[in-house]
């Protein structure tokens, strides 16, 4: 049974504890450093592409996380476009290898489009993806040329790829919208793709 206790005005005033916040003793909770803002699954129909749209501009920067898989072809780079932008006023360089060489490249310069990470295809193992996260830093900031950073890979028992890249869009706007496209082929699917805003420092 519960103990029940009488107060009095004398016990209150000498018993209490004094708290210099409102957090009255407790921790402090802080909030993830990552918000999700969307995220999306291909149905069994595939998908073309995948956009994230009508991105708020309340974060410092942006995070893509991704498993993709192709409905055709063999291994493959997604492509990042922002803005609808499919202008040449892209960069990249990228540096990947299979376990057994590395190699290195750009794909060019200018081109429509930054490397967005690694993908699978037909001629992989049916349960195998590519994975990928991708840092899109100070998208928000209208004074700077945006850049992006991406790391992944995949593994198909034995063969597969480790892929790091880094990517500029040549413009000063700030990013309200991030689109992801297949090297060929459509998303297969399960594809899935989640976008993160990242917060800033308090």
């Not at 029940?4 to 402090?28: E, Q």
């Not at 969307?38 to 998908?47: H, N």
């Not at 793709?193 to 800033?200: D, E, T």
Request: glycine share 12%; with cysteine; net charge neutral.
């Amino acid at each position: 049974m519960t103990p029940v206790y009488k107060l009095s005005a004398n016990s209150v005033k000498n018993g209490r504890t004094v708290y210099g916040s409102m957090l009255a003793g407790n921790t402090a909770f802080i909030a993830t450093s990552f918000e999700s803002i969307a995220t999306t699954t291909v149905d069994s129909y595939g998908s073309s592409s995948v956009t994230f749209s009508s991105i708020p501009a309340t974060y410092s920067h942006l995070q893509v996380r991704a498993i993709n898989r192709k409905t055709g072809g063999t291994w493959g780079q997604t492509r990042l476009t922002v803005n609808s932008d499919t202008g040449n006023n892209y960069a990249n360089h990228m540096l990947y290898g299979d376990g057994s060489s590395a190699a290195s490249g750009n794909n060019g310069f200018p081109i429509n489009w930054i490397s967005g990470g690694v993908e699978t295809g037909t001629t992989q193992s049916a349960s195998v993806f590519g994975s990928y996260v991708i840092d899109i830093l100070d998208y928000a900031n209208t004074n700077k040329y945006k850049t992006t950073r991406s790391l992944g890979g995949g593994d198909n028992n034995g063969s597969g790829y480790c892929w790091f890249s880094s990517g500029v869009w040549m413009n000063t706007n700030a990013i309200t919208s991030i689109t992801l496209t297949p090297e060929n082929n459509n998303y297969a699917q399960y594809s899935h793709f989640a976008l993160y805003g990242i917060k800033g420092a308090a």
